[in-house]
């Protein structure tokens, strides 16, 4: 009696994704070329494909937060996906002049901050 046993993968691949990736830009510059290290994938069939990505490492993006997703699928056609955040920060210049008085003379000195945040109120300097 011969016996066929048909074997199904239906396991998705597993991603090692990455977590959100932040530059900034001096005010008025309208946007950066941002890189990162890719995501990668494994499978318990041993292939794995990336089939599918919405930008690559070195792609410009404008001031703002991009939505970056990469798809893997293995050999049966099963996928996993993984997104992060490109965040793209306008830094802005505060100048303020301070008049000291030193030695009964006024001495203004001159301080500029460099101060760069996200919409969401997350403090990057």
Same mark, same amino acid.
């Given at each position: 009696?011969?016996h066929?046993?048909?074997?199904? =993968?239906?396991?998705?691949?597993?991603?090692?994704?990455?977590?959100d990736?932040? =530059?900034?830009?001096? !005010?008025? @510059?309208?946007?950066?070329?941002? #890189?990162?290290?890719?995501?990668?994938? +494994? =499978?318990? !069939?041993?292939?794995?494909?990336?089939?599918?990505?919405?930008?690559?490492?070195?792609? %410009? %993006?404008?001031?703002? +937060?991009?939505? @970056? !997703?990469? #798809?893997?699928?293995?050999g !049966?056609?099963?996928?996993? +996906?993984? #997104? %992060?955040?490109v965040?793209?920060?306008?830094?802005?210049?505060?100048?303020?002049?301070?008049?000291?008085?030193?030695?009964?003379?006024?001495?203004?000195?001159? %301080?500029?901050?460099?101060?760069?945040?996200?919409?969401?109120?997350?403090?990057?300097?």
């Amino acid at each position: 009696m011969l016996h066929i046993i048909s074997l199904v =993968d239906t396991v998705a691949p597993v991603i090692s994704c990455i977590n959100d990736v932040a =530059d900034t830009v001096n !005010s008025g @510059v309208t946007g950066k070329t941002v #890189t990162w290290t890719e995501p990668t994938a +494994t =499978d318990n !069939s041993g292939i794995v494909t990336l089939t599918q990505r919405t930008h690559a490492p070195g792609a %410009f %993006f404008p001031v703002g +937060t991009t939505e @970056v !997703s990469y #798809t893997f699928t293995d050999g !049966s056609g099963n996928s996993a +996906t993984c #997104t %992060f955040n490109v965040n793209v920060i306008e830094c802005k210049f505060i100048v303020w002049i301070i008049t000291y008085m030193i030695n009964n003379n006024p001495t203004p000195t001159l %301080f500029i901050l460099k101060h760069c945040w996200l919409v969401e109120g997350i403090h990057v300097v």
